[in-house]
């Protein structure tokens, strides 16, 4: 087995585990849009995926569910529904994508790696899926943002949304499930069909036997 296989395989899924637990982040965070007026200097407020907040001079955070998922602003129901979309199938990956290492011996018998490959395929394909979908929803709020930012129909007193902290934590978890996927095909297309080490039995004085996996 090519050790430069083995890096690429441990490199991929810990960007899988990584990128999934920035998704997840992401998900949570109340942050998404913040908001700040001269008017109130001791308030700012925040805008998530499941309510919105207010943040106080002193650090109080009050928060809010929305009240119905219907009665949403489509761009943060799109988002939220693309965010869970994206944490099932980056978790998806990541259980596909263990049982393919060669490090996890799950060969039986006289099989060969085609089934770890088809396995870490799997796992890479539904990475690099889960990074895309990522990346429409905060590019997509961002892009909103930025429009509406800069709109010149409404007047310059009027307090603007601006990017909060869970659009960067969007960003890197789409970029890491990305590179996370590209790694895995990568390491499917080097991987040679060999046999699986199989439990190899050594003599030991007495008799007796000693089952050694390789």
């Not at 998404?32 to 007026?37: A, M």
């Not at 499917?188 to 050694?212: K, M, R, T, Y």
Request: charged share 15%; net charge negative.
């Amino acid at each position: 087995m090519d050790s430069g296989v083995c890096v690429l395989e441990l490199l991929g899924v810990f960007f899988s585990l990584s990128a999934w637990l920035f998704s997840l982040t992401t998900t949570l965070l109340s942050q998404w849009l913040t908001l700040s007026t001269d008017l109130l200097p001791a308030e700012s407020y925040e805008l998530g995926l499941w309510g919105t907040c207010v943040v106080q001079e002193l650090g109080v955070l009050e928060c809010r569910p929305y009240d119905s998922l219907l009665g949403l602003p489509p761009d943060i129901r799109l988002a939220r529904i693309l965010m869970c979309a994206t944490l099932a199938t980056g978790l998806m990956g990541i259980c596909f994508a263990i049982p393919g290492i060669y490090l996890v011996n799950g060969c039986k018998g006289t099989e060969t790696m085609r089934e770890k490959r088809t396995l870490k395929m799997m796992g890479g394909v539904l990475c690099f899926a889960a990074g895309i979908m990522g990346l429409v929803p905060v590019s997509y709020i961002a892009h909103l943002t930025v429009l509406r930012f800069f709109d010149e129909s409404v007047p310059d007193v009027v307090p603007r949304w601006e990017f909060g902290q869970a659009l960067f934590w969007g960003w890197t978890a789409a970029f890491l499930h990305i590179v996370a996927g590209s790694l895995l095909i990568t390491s499917c297309i080097w991987l040679q069909d060999v046999p699986c080490p199989l439990p190899e039995a050594v003599p030991l004085q007495g008799g007796h036997s000693v089952i050694i996996c390789l």
